[in-house]
């Protein structure tokens, strides 16, 4: 994984390079380098907390929002300051780069690292399958569809730290109609590894 990452990283800084010998301005060539570094920095954040919490059990498929999101019914503020103090490592450069990225969703990639298959679905395939009219009867259509899956996962934009090896993401996951939570978790990168080492919840059904 790490030979695959310096490799990307090379491919996309050569052709910032030759750009920039045309005539590109050398401060967005560097820019462009560290917004590439971010990218496969928050998909690594997502694969390893979807392997970690959710890979488990009869789990053969994992499906996702195709955008970003976050609880709609949370106050972003006051959670935040809630998030801060019960997480002693978490500083207020990264609750900064967390908000201003969750400001509107964001397209997720199709590029994780998972062990096994997942999928993306859109909020219009999402309304087509759950109508509102029967909750329970839309919940036996979404494992028709995607049958052994864990339900559907929500996932934010990642606040990182400078050093891009401390992130806070929240993810929700819903698989029935009183079935899910929801939680902000704070990561830190160890030996090349993402892992959870806090947590905090922010709602249950």
């Known amino acids: 994984m790490k030979i695959k990452k310096t490799i990307i990283l090379l491919l996309i ?5 030759s750009c920039s010998s045309s005539g590109g301005n050398n401060g967005s060539s560097v820019n462009a380098t560290q917004q590439a570094s971010v990218w496969i920095e928050e998909a690594a954040v997502y694969s390893a907390l979807i392997s970690s919490r959710y890979v488990q059990g ?3 498929r994992i499906v996702i929002r195709d955008h ?5 019914q949370d106050d972003l503020e006051m ?3 809630y998030v801060h103090k019960n997480m002693p490592e978490l500083t207020q450069a990264m609750v900064t780069d967390f908000k201003v990225k969750n400001e509107k969703p964001f397209p997720l990639s199709s590029k994780l690292d998972l062990d096994i298959q997942y999928a993306l679905i859109s909020q219009e395939r999402w309304q087509q399958i759950f109508t509102a009219t029967d909750l329970d009867g839309d919940w036996e259509e979404f494992y028709r569809i995607y049958p052994n899956s864990q339900g559907i996962l929500t996932l934010s934009r990642v606040g990182f730290n ?4 401390m992130a806070l993401v929240y993810v929700g996951n819903q698989s029935g109609g009183l079935a899910g939570a929801g ?7 160890e030996n090349n ?9 922010a709602w249950i059904s």
Not at 68 to 72: A, K, R
Not at 162 to 165: F, T
């Open 58 to 60: 009869n789990v053969q």
């Open 183 to 189: 939680y902000y978790l704070l990561m830190a990168k």
């Open 79 to 81: 959670r935040l300051e």
């Open 68 to 72: 970003t999101g976050l609880d709609p």
């Open 193 to 201: 590894t993402w892992k959870v080492i806090r947590e905090d919840m």
């Open 162 to 165: 400078n050093n891009l090896d």
């Open 13 to 17: 800084a050569c052709f910032i390079s």
